[in-house]
T-cell receptor, first 114, second 115 residues
Framework: DAGITQSPRHKVTETGTPVTLRCHQT?????MYWYRQDPGHGLRLIHY???????DKGEVSDGYSVSRSKTEDFLLTLESATSSQTSVYFC?????????????FGEGSWLTVV | QQQVKQSPQSLIVQKGGISIINCAYE??????FPWYQQFPGKGPALLIA?????SEKKEGRFTISFNKSAKQFSLHIMDSQPGDSATYFC??????????????FGKGTLLTVNP
């Protein structure tokens, strides 16, 4: 357990509205990630961060933006939510220990866009 | 797009049987291959991982086999139990990825172990 808290855990929103998902970690991990999980697609990387104010795009970044102003917080924003963004969103952090690299996942945020 | 191809998409085995999930990767620079286990309603969690300096790693009933020349690796679950029923993801990436570390995940395998 890497002390990852996602909020909200469940949200229903209307098409066209902005939505922000928050990820908070307590382990001071440098790397943080946002994934989405959809049936038949597995886990797909949206954006990731390798430090405060340092972010980069993943494979499915269109329609999403991120911000990281503090080590512990990584925000994912859907600028104008669409039905195709209905998904489960997972935040993750990377623990780079000598014994191995471990990506820890949060419990997920279920987002429904109606 | 560097892919990791995972098969089968779903798998049903009887209690006590062997579950086998296979993955293939493309990028020869990948040298770290973890497997994640996900129960319904939860986030994925690291199950077992291997580096290509060994061809096999075993932890309890779970074994990773690795074939570097074929760029393939697999997860074997011996004596499968109903509690092993979950979605399993393979992943691949660099052991030391500099400032852009990320893993590429397979699409997942839904394992059901019948009692």
């Amino acid at each position: 357990d890497a002390g990852i808290t996602q909020s909200p855990r469940h949200k229903v929103t209307e098409t066209g509205t902005p939505v922000t998902l928050r990820c908070h970690q307590t382990e001071n991990h440098r790397y943080m990630y946002w994934y989405r999980q959809d049936p038949g697609h597995g886990l797909r990387l949206i954006h990731y961060s390798y430090g405060v104010k340092d972010t980069d795009k993943g494979e499915v970044s269109d329609g999403y933006s991120v911000s990281r102003s503090k080590t512990e917080d990584f925000l994912l924003t859907l600028e104008s939510a669409t039905s195709s963004q209905t998904s489960v969103y997972f935040c993750a952090t990377l623990d780079r220990a000598l014994s191995g690299n471990t990506i820890y996942f949060g419990e997920g945020s279920w987002l429904t866009v109606v | 797009q560097q892919q990791v191809k995972q098969s089968p998409q779903s798998l049903i085995v009887q209690k006590g049987g062997i579950s086998i999930i296979n993955c293939a990767y493309e990028n020869t620079a990948f040298d770290y291959f973890p497997w994640y286990q996900q129960f319904p309603g939860k986030g994925p969690a690291l199950l077992i991982a291997i580096r290509p300096d060994v061809s096999e790693k075993k932890e309890g009933r779970f074994t990773i086999s690795f074939n570097k020349s074929a760029k393939q690796f697999s997860l074997h679950i011996m004596d499968s139990q109903p509690g092993d029923s979950a979605t399993y993801f393979c992943a691949a990436g660099p052991w030391d990825g500099g400032s852009n570390y990320k893993l590429t995940f397979g699409k997942g395998t839904l394992l059901t172990v019948n009692p």
